[in-house]
C-alpha cells in the first residue's frame, strides 16, 4: 500500500533559496505477532548531529484528550531534540500511524524545511517505536542542494524497512 502526502510548514520562510523536489520513502514492514501496533514515526533533518527542521510525526493522532501524544517521547532521539519542545498536534507535521508497507512523503522546493536549507551534508532521520515492539533509528546522509537527481537509502533491521530520500534539482 503507498500514501502519498505533501508535507508543509506554514509561517517560516518566503522564497526559495534552491529549487528542488524530495520524494522520502518509508517502509513499515510486516511483523507477525499476536499484539501488534503501528510504530509511531518521526521524520527529520539534522546537520552534524544536530536538529534542523521536523517533515512529519505519524502517531495516533485520533485518541480522546489527545492520549496519543503519551507516548511520542517513545521515540526517544526525536523527543531530545525537537518532540518535547512541540505542542501536538502541529498542523502539516502530524500525521496518523501508517500500516505496513511503503509509505511516501514527497515534499516540493517551496516546503520551509528546505527552502532555507544552506549548502551542507545533512542527514533524514527517521525513527519508529512500538507498542509491545522495539524502537529503531535510520539516517540516511545527502548533499543539498543536489546538483543532480540522486538517491539515498539505508536500511532498518525491524522496526524500519528500507528508507530512501530522493532529490531532483
Known sequence: MRAALTVTLSGLALAPAWAADVAISVQIPRINQAEYHRPYVAIWLEQERKHVADLAVWYDIKLRNNEGTKWLKDMRQWWRVSGRDLDMPVDGLSQVTRPPGEHRVAIDSKNPAFEK???????????????????????????????????????????????????NP
Open 117 to 167: 536549507l544552506p549548502a551542507g551534508a545533512y542527514n533524514l532521520v527517521v525513527e519508529a517505536a512500538r507498542e509491545v515492539g522495539g524502537r529503531e533509528l535510520v539516517r540516511v546522509p545527502f548533499e543539498w542542494p543536489p546538483k543532480k537527481a540522486e538517491r539515498g537509502e539505508a536500511s532498518g533491521s525491524r522496526e524500519l524497512g528500507k528508507v530512501a530520500i530522493e532529490l
